[in-house]
Structure formats: structure tokens, C-alpha cells
């Protein structure tokens, strides 16, 4: 199993702790990781050497999304390449196919958890197509799943997309890696677009959640329910629009139909006089004013049927357009109607599942993720199945090694790549993600020791490693003066502390201010 947390899909898009909106230093049918066909974005969660604030994660997306806003029916690229960029690929002259935008994380981007990549895309939906934050959320959701499902599958995208997006796309790299690590340098992320004009129809919504996409979501524990029904209200209030488009579509057929009928009656007429006019000419050959008047009325004849042309083309395109909306408001409440009784069967099923785990009881313990670098994660398991009922998203733990302490845990945690570093951290009971982190940057390579409500560690100070004492709110209460091993064991004795010395020594330190005790003198 990778060292990155597991993170599943389904998760609802708001549902995340603080530390987890850490983005990075700067303001700023495929590939999948599966179990069962299940997909599940792998994220870095743990202490961050930054944390941006929301309002600059969200800013990266909407600044492009604004520049998208100004000309949403012309091709254009916005964007830094080194980090994050859209090609916004739209082709009017191309017929049965869609546009799209494709959002491209560069290989300097830092974003590392799924949620933030969310709020970026999200942000961006709102500032192009004017979408309401809740309505945006939810398709970041659902657009980031979908290009998991079809990850490299360039076959579909080219089936599906216009030319003027498929040659933007790289096989190997189209869609996303479910990896966190694999994000830069190597995302492609397709947003299908239905009506670039802006507004609730702008994304493709049946495309983001086609059958194998909900699937893959009804893998999570939850089954991903809160974004299922929101993308079902927003499916609802689609087909209430493309109703009322419809009824006024059909209304403007019925008065376009009615000039028509009017523009057959008069062309009708023309036709006849036109006819008349001709025979009239045809028996009189030698007279000049008749064969004048023929060709007046045979030109008259064709400028009315010419008009009556352009009415036909008028009423059928009315007609078209009253069709297409009552199809399209058809489908969006059948696909709305179908997935609500999904809904309610998954979540009896979250409800029954809940209660036998309830029943059972439940304990807590640590399950390893990365044999390699020896991390885990903490999960609370049914006492009497076995089964994981909460895994928590913190899957750095150092050391395998955790205390319960003021109704949380305390742990090592994190990993020195990216943005990311190591830091003694509190995680609470029920959702085991971090609620406090130390100050201090501690070894990825230290070793928890407890003493009673002291706790002991291996911190950075300046160019050394040095042993540090925190209390249960990981207030540091003490660091020793006397340089160590990043990797000295602690050894906490009722009289002193024994550590490993830089020159690979042991060390006695007291326990009372973490000074060296002196060896004695001999004699």
C-alpha cells in the first residue's frame, strides 16, 4: 500500500479538516487505484512547512476563470504552463462533439490533496460560467472522479470530444492520476462543456456522472451521498429550464408555424397569377405588355416562394429548438429520477451498516501503509468483524507509534517532500485528523517516548538535533543543550534519560532541565 493517504473519492467536498486546505508554498478506463474497481485519490495529509489560505488556493482558479469570462465562445489559453493552466477549446464550426476546457497542473504546481485541487476548479467554474459556489463544488467533485475513470483512455475522449480538444490531449497523461504525485507535469484534466455561453447548462453534467463515474463513487463509505443529491438538484433544476425553454420554443413554433401557413397562402396565390400570367403570354407571343407582365409575376412569383423558403427554415428550426429542449428536459429528470432511488438505497444501507457497527463496539489501533518507510495511519476498527469503520486521513504516522492523551492522540507525523514536513501532532478521537500541530520541525526519523503526561522526541534547533519535551497540548517544555543523533533512541528511566550523543555516545540527561549529567570522577 502507497505511503500517501488513502483518500476515497466519494468523500463530500467540504468535508475536510483545517491543515488539510495546506496547498503549497506558493499563492498562489484506466489507470486506477483500485480495490474492486473502486478509485481512490492518494493525498499527502500531514503537517505542511506552509499553509496558504483558502482565498489563495481558490485564487488560482478563478483568475483564470475571469480571462475564460471575457470571450467564452473563442478559443483561448490562460494560465501559467509552469503551474496551472487552461486551454479553453471551443470549435463552432464543428457539430456533434463537445467543447471543453482542460486544466493542466504544471510541474511546478505543489497542490497535493484532492480537496484543494477541488477548490481551484471550483473557484475557476464560478469566475468563468458565473456557477454558484455550492453548484461548483459539487461538478469540482464529480470532474475530478470523472477524469480518474478515464484516465488515458484516449479512445474515449476522441469519441466524445471535438477535434480542438482531443489534439490538446496526450494519451498517456489525459484525465487524473489518482496519485497526488503524479499530478505535476502530468494532468489533463477535461471539462466538458455543453453550452459555453455561461450558466447552469454550461458543464456536461451527464457526462460527469455517466454510469461507471457513480459507480466508482458508491465505493466510499458513504457512498458519497451529499454530492450525489446535489448533483441531482442541480440535474432537476436543469430540466426545469430546459422545460421552460421548451414551452417557449413551442410557443414561438406555433407563431412561426402560422406565418408559415400564411407565407403558403400568399405563395400559393403568387404561383397561380404567375401561371396565368404565363399562358397569357404563351397565346399572345406578339404581345409585348403580356410577356412584360409574365416575367414580373414569375419574378414576384419566386421572391414569395423564396420568403416561404426562409419561414419553412424558421418554423423547423423553432420546432428543432422546442424538440431538443423537451429531450434534454426528459433526460435530466429521468437520470435525476433514477438516481435519488439510488440514494435512498444507499443510504438504508449507510444507516443498517452504521448501526451493527454501533452494536458491536469498537477499538482503535494502527494499520501500516508504507512498509518501506514504516508509516501508518490510525483506524478505528468493529471489535467484532474486523472491519475498518473509520480510517483516518492521516497516513504519515512515524515510528508506529501513537498515545491516547486529552481525548485525542499524539503522534509523529508528516514527510519531508514538498511542501511537506514532519511535526509532533494531535489528532482528535472521531474523525482522527489534526487538530494541532508542535512548532518545531521533529526528525522523521524519532522515536515517541512518554513518561507519565511528558512526552520526548528528537526536534531540529538551528543546525542540530536536540530532545524536546512537550506536555499533552504539545506546549514545548524543555530541549536539551547537547547536540544528538537525528535517530537516537530515548530511553526514559526514573532518574535520567539516555540518549545518543553526535559522536554516536550514550548521553545521560536529566530529566528535571534535559542538561547533561557529568560522568563521575574517577579516582
Known amino acids: 500500500m502507497d505511503n500517501r493517504f488513502v483518500f476515497k473519492i466519494a468523500l463530500a467536498f467540504a468535508c475536510t479538516a483545517f491543515f488539510v486546505s495546506a496547498l503549497a508554498a506558493q499563492v498562489n478506463e484506466p489507470e486506477l487505484k483500485s480495490v474492486s474497481g473502486t478509485i481512490e485519490f492518494i493525498n499527502y495529509v500531514g503537517p505542511h512547512a506552509r499553509i496558504d489560505s483558502l482565498s489563495a488556493i481558490k485564487a488560482i482558479g478563478s483568475s483564470s476563470g475571469r480571462v475564460i ?6 478559443y483561448m489559453t490562460t494560465g501559467d504552463s509552469g503551474k496551472y493552466y487552461v ?47 455550492r453548484d461548483a463544488d459539487t461538478l469540482a467533485v464529480f470532474i475530478t472522479v470523472y477524469n480518474a475513470v478515464y484516465r488515458s483512455n484516449i479512445d474515449y475522449f476522441k469519441s466524445r470530444y471535438k477535434n480542438i ?78 422545460s ?43 404581345d409585348k405588355k403580356a410577356q412584360a407582365d409574365a416575367d414580373k409575376k414569375e419574378q414576384a412569383a419566386d421572391e414569395q416562394q423564396k420568403k416561404t423558403d426562409e419561414q419553412a427554415e424558421r418554423t423547423k428550426q423553432a420546432k428543432d429548438e422546442a424538440s431538443e429542449a423537451q429531450a434534454r428536459a426528459d ?5 435525476a429520477q433514477q438516481e435519488r432511488k439510488e440514494i435512498a438505497k444507499d443510504q438504508q444501507e449507510v444507516i443498517e451498516r452504521d448501526a451493527a457497527n454501533a452494536r458491536a463496539g469498537a477499538v482503535y489501533g494502527m494499520q501500516l501503509t508504507d512498509e518501506r518507510e514504516l508509516l501508518s495511519g490510525l483506524v478505528k476498527v468493529n471489535s467484532q468483524t474486523g472491519e475498518v469503520i473509520h480510517a483516518s486521513p492521516v497516513t504519515f504516522i512515524r515510528d508506529r507509534t501513537y498515545y491516547p492523551a486529552s481525548g485525542g492522540f499524539i503522534a509523529i507525523a508528516g514527510k519531508n517532500a514538498g511542501n511537506g514536513t514532519v511535526k509532533l501532532v ?22 515517541l517516548a512518554r513518561d507519565g503526561k511528558d512526552y520526548y522526541c528528537i526536534i531540529r534547533d538551528g543546525n542540530d538535533w ?58
Open 244 to 286: 421552460e425553454q421548451a414551452q417557449s420554443a413551442q410557443k414561438r413554433a406555433t407563431e412561426e408555424q402560422k406565418k408559415l401557413d400564411e407565407e403558403k397562402k400568399k405563395n400559393e396565390a403568387a404561383q397561380r397569377e404567375a401561371e396565368k400570367a404565363r399562358e397569357k403570354a404563351e397565346q399572345n407571343p406578339n
Open 466 to 523: 536536540v530532545l524536546a519535551k512537550y506536555d499533552e497540548t504539545l506546549k514545548l517544555l524543555l530541549k536539551s543543550k547537547v547536540p544528538l543523533m537525528e535517530s537516537s533512541p530515548v530511553s526514559v528511566s526514573d532518574s535520567a534519560i539516555v540518549v545518543t550523543g553526535t559522536n554516536g555516545r550514550i548521553k545521560l540527561l536529566a530529566k528535571s532541565d534535559l542538561t547533561e549529567i557529568p560522568n563521575p570522577v574517577k579516582k
Open 426 to 447: 494531535i489528532l482528535d478521537s472521531v474523525n482522527m485528523e489534526i487538530t494541532k500541530e508542535s512548532d518545531e520541525t521533529v526528525s522523521e526519523n524519532s522515536v
Open 69 to 74: 469570462a471575457r470571450s467564452r465562445d473563442a
Open 165 to 242: 480538444v482531443t489534439k490538446n490531449l496526450t494519451e498517456k497523461i489525459c484525465g487524473l492520476s489518482v496519485r497526488y504525485d503524479e499530478w505535476p507535469g502530468r494532468s489533463q484534466i477535461v471539462i466538458p462543456l455543453y453550452d459555453v455561453n455561461g450558466g447552469l447548462s454550461t458543464v456536461d453534467t451527464s457526462a460527469i456522472s455517466d454510469k461507471k463515474v457513480v459507480e466508482s463513487m458508491q465505493e466510499d463509505d458513504d457512498r458519497n451521498i451529499e454530492s450525489r443529491k446535489q448533483m441531482v438538484d442541480i440535474k432537476e433544476r436543469e430540466a426545469d429550464k430546459a
Open 87 to 133: 486551454i479553453h477549446a471551443v470549435d463552432s464550426k464543428e457539430k456533434g462533439k463537445l467543447d471543453a476546457d482542460i486544466f493542466f497542473i504544471g510541474k511546478n504546481a505543489t497542490v497535493d490533496h484532492i480537496v484543494n485541487l477541488r477548490r481551484i476548479i471550483s473557484a475557476y467554474l464560478s469566475a468563468a460560467y458565473n456557477y454558484s459556489e
Open 331 to 335: 433526460k435530466k429528470e429521468t437520470e
